[in-house]
């Protein structure tokens, strides 16, 4: 089993003002990128649980619903009274989304350090770790104590997904990820998370590099359109998109993030000595794999992450 630990929140999709100039016509989608790698490995038929802070009012109910109509195991969540983290999401003239977050005093923080179990079912062989709980209190510092406790004996993955709006303070920001990044195993993010955390004139090999002689794996970059370059201690293995008509990259490093722990566990990779000791071959296969779940995500409507039935060939 695979626990993905973080936030579940609404993405709250607004269009061009109706006939009346007077509204807005908007669609409320489920989301948040760790609440979208569970339901993106439920979909890829990987056993998987959520451990995060979901509010008893309607828009967290509805949350908790889509969880449990994928098959995603609910024991860990944690009910809170605070409500629904709430983003909105925009056009910008360009195209590109625009995010507005309302996340303030929201039930995704509300996960103290007591709701952790003392052991983690035997089963779980990986944990997922990412976006903006890793610096909100109190659910940050529980991930991190969760983190730091399990590494030792099962796979940690890590996907920032950078938003400075949420971040707060960037050196604190830098630190709380460090520690993370020291016990993770496999670390997932884009050039813009990196540009976002460390200037925009970080390089993501040299990046890269850092964390890998820190004890971290494997290190995935993903860059758009260009694609996504796996870094490990064979090698580097860059490997290009599909050619698609993009609707939506609303999702896609999510979508990417689950297709990768599932192409891991499918083919008997996903603990730390398989990953340690992975070829070219087998990195081009698991990356492969995981930019067409990307890619997939990308020709829809919001982050409607594919089943594994859409990636066979």
């Known amino acids: 089993m695979i626990l993905v630990c973080g936030e579940a929140l609404i993405d709250l999709f607004v269009a061009a003002p109706g006939a009346d100039r007077r509204s807005l016509p908007a669609q409320a989608v489920a989301g948040g990128s ?32 889509m969880l449990e109509r994928e098959g995603v195991d609910v024991g860990l969540v944690c009910h809170s009274d605070r409500p629904t983290p709430l983003v909105v999401i925009a056009r910008q003239p360009d195209g590109q989304p625009d995010y507005t977050f309302h996340a303030a005093d929201c039930a995704y923080q509300d996960v103290p350090l007591d709701h952790l ?38 796979v940690i993955s890590l996907d920032p997904n950078v938003r400075p709006a949420l971040a707060g303070d960037p050196l604190a920001w830098r630190q709380r990820f460090a520690r993370f990044a020291r016990v993770a195993t496999l670390i997932k993010l884009s050039v813009e998370d990196i540009q976002l955390a460390y200037g925009a004139d970080a390089d993501p090999a040299e990046r890269a590099a850092a964390w890998l002689a820190g004890g971290v794996l494997l290190v995935i970059v993903t860059d758009g359109a260009a694609g996504a370059t796996a870094y490990h201690a064979c090698g580097h293995i860059a490997v290009p998109a599909q050619r698609i008509e993009v609707v939506d990259t609303v999702g896609a490093g999510d979508s990417l993030h689950a297709a990768l722990l599932a192409r891991l566990r499918e083919t008997g990779r996903l603990d730390r000595t398989a990953i340690a000791t992975l070829d070219p071959a087998s990195l081009h296969d698991i990356l492969g794999y995981a930019i067409r779940a990307a890619c997939i995500t990308c020709s829809r409507q919001g982050a409607n992450l594919p089943r594994k039935a859409a990636l066979l060939f």
Request: glycine share 10%.
């Open 117 to 154: 179990p003392p052991d983690l079912p035997a089963a779980t062989t990986a944990l997922v770790f990412g976006s903006f709980s890793l610096t909100s209190e109190p659910v940050g510092s529980t991930l991190l104590a969760l983190a730091e406790r399990e590494a030792a004996r099962r």
């Open 34 to 65: 760790p609440f979208n790698v569970a339901v993106g490995l439920a979909r890829l038929q990987a056993p998987t649980a959520f451990l995060g802070g979901l509010s008893r009012d309607a828009l967290g109910r509805f949350l908790l619903g």
